[in-house]
């Protein structure tokens, strides 16, 4: 049987707690050295990343795995995320110093008694079902842990000493990181030692990073503020999913981490600002995520590395899905850079709009320009609106809010010849038309996809939503013209 003062997360550590109540947890003098020992196991945790409690003779193995329930109950009335990530990699590194000293057989019998995965030892490594392998290795995604490199043979995964010690640290770090709420007598009771922890942790960053002056709430917001004019607005769902992972604390994989530092590299930003951002992760090393940082983003090699394209950030598991934008491009910068259409002058934003809706093969100078005389000196800018049935807005020549259901929604590319370049101007549209169930209307163009990303989720649910549009006469070629809506906004009624 493992030693449950080496692993006191064990289901078979539950033995100890038989007969113990909250209450005299809490407050008898007979468990009052299980107490100290879970405060000092946080305040490691917390200021050094390690976990340094001795095991007998030093201290009881009752103690110590009292001690480690105290400071789970702890951790839960924290209600801070990034502190409990912090502490479960803290726990999960001093079981992998353990685990390394255990023979063959305890380490099967370890994994076999945690019960999350299961492995056997076939006389020189050891085998597990590809479904438990999938499942400890899911965040571990770069090189050698996809499976596609592991090999698979009649649904068992082989792996050797090392491989399995290190996969079951990070499954003993995902475990340790779900907690259930904590009980109002711990949050009461272990007030000042919340605040002290939050405190520590704080100070730990603070000396590491140097100068950022933040408790651990604000934290997150200091590191975003020095981003300077980047907009999250505008950057691709796999950025803003994994900065929100590192944001709570959470340990990104390498592929994860490359890429927000490529990419933030990619758009000018300073090397000492993309630092802070990853100052928030549990196992952050000052130096090395230095030395990274600032190799990835040529500051010291004079090689700028590039950032990946969507199809790499896909196979190395970056991606957590496209939205209606991802599947029109090829690379999240290009997504940045789409985002960025409503910054555009208004006359050029019109041309581009007119563009995507003539839909011509060659730049049409004429009628464009006489679109744009006919249409005046319109800025997108709206002020008060009126709400109206769609149809009133169609017969309408001022800006309406209308409430309709998307009929029709289609994302591509568009390309068209410049005159007198060599090269083509390309636009990211989509095609649009609104319904009030009895009539249709079509829409010019989008090219702003702020707007549009919204409207497509309304199309893809089949739901009303409310729109600000504007009613335009347009040349669409000779003797040929059309009423079209031009969608200027969405509306959140919420």
């Known amino acids: ?43 490691t945790s917390a200021t050094r990343g390690t976990i340094e409690i001795e095991g007998p003779p030093t201290n009881d193995e009752n103690d110590i795995v009292l001690g480690y329930v105290i400071s789970r109950l702890v ?11 912090y502490v479960a990699l803290s726990e999960a590194l001093r079981a992998e110093a353990h685990l390394s000293s255990e023979t063959d057989e305890s380490l099967v019998l370890f994994v076999n008694k945690l019960g999350i995965v299961k492995v056997e030892f076939n006389g020189t490594d050891f085998d597990m079902n590809f479904v438990d392998y999938v499942r400890a290795a899911s965040k571990l995604r770069e090189g050698d842990w996809k499976l596609s490199n592991r090999g698979v043979s009649k649904g068992i995964v082989n792996l050797d000493r090392n491989t399995l010690i290190r996969l ?10 779900e907690l259930p709420k904590a009980p109002s007598e711990i949050k009461n009771r272990f007030e000042g030692t919340i605040e002290d922890l939050k405190s520590q942790v704080s100070k730990t960053f603070t000396e590491r990073i140097g100068g950022l002056n933040t408790v651990v709430s604000d934290r997150q917001a200091e590191a975003m503020k020095e981003l300077g004019r980047f907009d999250l607005s505008k950057a691709p769902p796999c950025f803003n999913l994994n900065l929100m992972d590192l944001q709570a604390g959470v340990n990104l994989p390498h592929p994860s981490r490359f890429f927000i530092t490529t990419f933030l590299s990619s758009l000018n930003q300073d090397p000492e600002a993309v630092m802070r951002l990853f100052a928030t992760a549990p196992d952050f090393k000052e130096a090395f995520t230095r030395y990274q940082v600032e190799h990835i983003s040529g500051k010291t090699s004079g090689t700028q590395y590039s950032s990946p394209k969507c199809d790499t950030l896909v196979s190395s598991g970056v991606c957590p899905g496209p939205n209606a934008l991802c599947r029109q491009i090829r690379h999240p910068l290009s997504y940045y850079r789409v985002m960025a259409e409503s910054e555009k002058d208004p006359k050029d934003r019109m041309e581009r709009i007119l563009l995507a809706t003539i839909n011509k093969e060659t730049y049409p100078k004429k009628l464009i320009e006489r679109n744009i005389q006919n249409i005046g000196d319109f800025d997108f800018v709206y002020n008060e609106v009126k709400k109206r049935k769609l149809s009133e807005a169609f017969s309408s020549k001022s800006v309406s809010q209308i409430n309709a259901k998307i ?28 319904t009030d169930g009895n009539t249709d209307f079509d829409c010019l163009s989008l090219t702003d996809w702020k707007v549009a990303l919204p409207i497509e989720e309304a199309h893809y649910k089949s739901k009303k939503m409310d729109l600000i549009v504007k009613p335009f006469e347009i040349d669409l070629d000779k003797g040929e013209t059309r009423k079209l809506f031009l969608i200027l906004d969405t509306v959140d009624e919420s």
């Open 75 to 85: 951790l839960a009335a924290t209600d801070n995320q990034a502190l409990v990530n």
């Open 168 to 177: 079951m640290r990070e499954v003993i770090r995902q475990h340790l990181e």
């Open 407 to 434: 009929n029709h929604f289609q994302g591509r590319v568009y390309s068209v010849d410049l005159p007198n370049e060599d090269k083509k101007m390309w636009i990211t549209k989509a095609t649009v038309s609104v």
């Open 1 to 43: 049987m493992p030693e449950h003062w080496r692993y006191p997360f064990l289901p078979t550590a539950s033995a100890i707690l038989e007969d113990v109540n909250l209450e005299s947890l809490l407050e008898d003098y007979f468990y009052a050295e299980a107490r100290a020992l879970a405060i000092s196991r946080l305040e």
